[in-house]
């Protein structure tokens, strides 16, 4: 018998160190991000149901949990208390019923709010009951509920809210509360007609999260809306209704409650080529007051990794009226700031072409966060090299001054100086590079496959001098490796 006692003892404490010490390189692979959200393995896109309760942020997203292709849609789950450092935690929504064949009824996006007024009659004591709205493919808009601060989930049992039109091909419902007229509206992604001139976004309004009533449809938006109440930074006393597509795209108006009246053209968000499904979390703290928003890198490449996709890292939102308009701007939420390593600094640095000067020389690390002021004074254009080494050309981020472009990998974004100026803040990771330009008026969001051991950066001006301003560039720690 003791012998038994003594084996079984060495079992446990064999299991709890290795529990307690998981493998070297969990998380840790080439082009596994180090500070942006990846699920463990297998597919995912779509951030969905991004919703803020009790001190967790959730961000829900399309899964397949079968593979590394798209497919067979499901709600995969984490939170964080942060934005910065997630737990996982098991597939929030299933496919619903006739989805054997994996294309009926899946699990495709949506939102989620809480019900602050157990409106569904769901609540549990003191929890409040977080409701997610989602489509189910081909089977209509439905909604599921948790009664204990989203670790479960049920199927409300009067699905479909609304139900499926072969026609209208709905699909992405965005809820939002309306203060004025006292009631919840739905952004919903659909046609009107069977042509696909009529795609857009329609407007429903409800008073029970159950019973929704077509108010208005807004033309030329395609999946993903996002519908987003923001106060303008400099006229606090204004609030202006930005209404976000698919791409990231957005128009700025007026909502009263059924109908969203623009006041602007369609603007762009983003000029890169990995940004798509951008959503904002509901429910923030007054306190806090930001608008945060996240998307999905669609397209980004991941060779050999056991995931396949990858998330921007969080943003701010930003409305302000600038001389030329009203404009959203965005900038990395300043969380990011928990996972600053060693920081280099640089100021007044006199910049002349010709004399192989490389400031940065001593950075080196895979993972970045560079923010710095440069005043253009005569040179022809500036950048840097990032990911670089003597035997690999790094990824050039150049600023071309005559033209008044910023360029990365294949995207150019038009970016004009302010006093001769410019700011530029860059994350860069294993797998990916953002560029936040004048505070965020111009962002590129693009993935990359650096090479293997490329951690060398090169700062360098063209065509005359430039004055850096001022450069802090902090090495990123790993979000997963605490």
């Not at 957005?250 to 951008?278: C, Q, R, V």
Request: aromatic letters at 12%; a negative charge.
């Amino acid at each position: 018998m003791k012998n038994v006692v003594t084996s079984l003892f060495a079992l446990v404490s064999a299991f709890l160190l290795t529990a307690s010490n998981p493998e070297k390189n969990y998380y840790d692979e080439l082009y596994r991000p180090q500070f942006h959200f990846t699920p463990e393995k297998n597919w995912h896109n779509d951030p969905n149901g991004l919703v803020y309760y009790d001190g967790e942020y959730h961000l829900f997203y399309q899964h397949n949990p079968k593979g590394n292709e798209w497919g067979y849609m499901h709600w995969g789950h984490a939170i964080s208390t942060d934005l910065v450092h997630w737990e996982h935690l098991p597939i929030a929504i299933y496919p619903d019923e006739n989805s054997e064949d994996k294309v009926r009824c899946t699990a495709f996006s949506g939102s989620a709010i809480v019900d602050e007024n157990n409106l569904l009659g769901k609540q549990e004591g003191n929890v409040k009951t977080l409701v997610a709205f989602y489509t189910s493919q081909h089977c209509g808009q439905r909604i599921a509920y948790s009664t204990d601060k989203g670790r479960t989930w049920e199927k409300f049992e009067g699905n479909p809210i609304i139900p499926y039109d072969e026609i209208d091909d709905a699909r992405d419902p965005k809820v939002v509360w309306h203060e004025p007229s006292q009631k919840y509206v739905m952004a919903l992604y659909r046609k009107t007609t069977e042509g696909d001139n009529s795609k857009g976004v329609s407007f429903y309004t409800s008073e029970n999260l159950t019973d929704w009533e077509h108010q208005s449809h807004v033309f030329g938006f395609y999946e993903c809306p996002d519908l987003v109440p923001m106060q303008v930074t400099n006229r606090p006393e204004e609030t202006k209704w930005v209404l976000f597509d698919g791409d990231g795209s957005y128009l700025i108006g007026n909502f009263d409650g059924t109908k969203f009246s623009p006041e602007t053209a369609k603007m762009k968000s983003d000029f890169g080529k990995n940004y798509y499904a951008t959503q904002t979390w509901s429910n923030i703290p007054e306190e806090d007051g930001r608008v945060i928003q996240i998307a999905w890198m669609r397209g980004g490449s991941f060779p050999e990794m056991p995931f396949n996709g990858q998330m921007t890292f969080p943003t701010e939102l930003e409305l302000t009226k600038f001389n030329f308009g009203y404009k959203v701007t965005r900038k990395p939420v300043s969380e990011i700031e928990l996972l600053h390593d060693k920081d280099f600094e640089w100021k007044n640095e006199k910049l002349i072409p010709g004399i192989n000067q490389n400031i940065v020389k001593k950075v080196k690390g895979d993972c970045l966060h560079i923010i710095g002021e440069f005043d253009l004074k005569s040179c022809n254009n500036f950048g840097f090299m990032l990911r670089h080494n003597k035997k690999e050309t790094g990824t050039e981020l150049l600023y071309d001054v005559k033209r008044g472009t910023l360029s990365l990998l294949g995207t150019t974004a038009p970016l004009l100086p302010v006093d001769n100026k410019i700011t530029l803040e860059i994350l860069v990771d294993r797998a990916s590079i953002e560029v936040f330009a004048n505070g965020g008026q111009t962002v590129i969001s693009n993935c990359f496959t650096p090479e293997k051991g490329a951690e060398d950066l090169v700062l360098f001006t063209n065509g005359g001098e430039m004055i850096v301003e001022k450069l802090d560039i902090f090495r990123v720690k790993s979000a997963w490796s605490e």
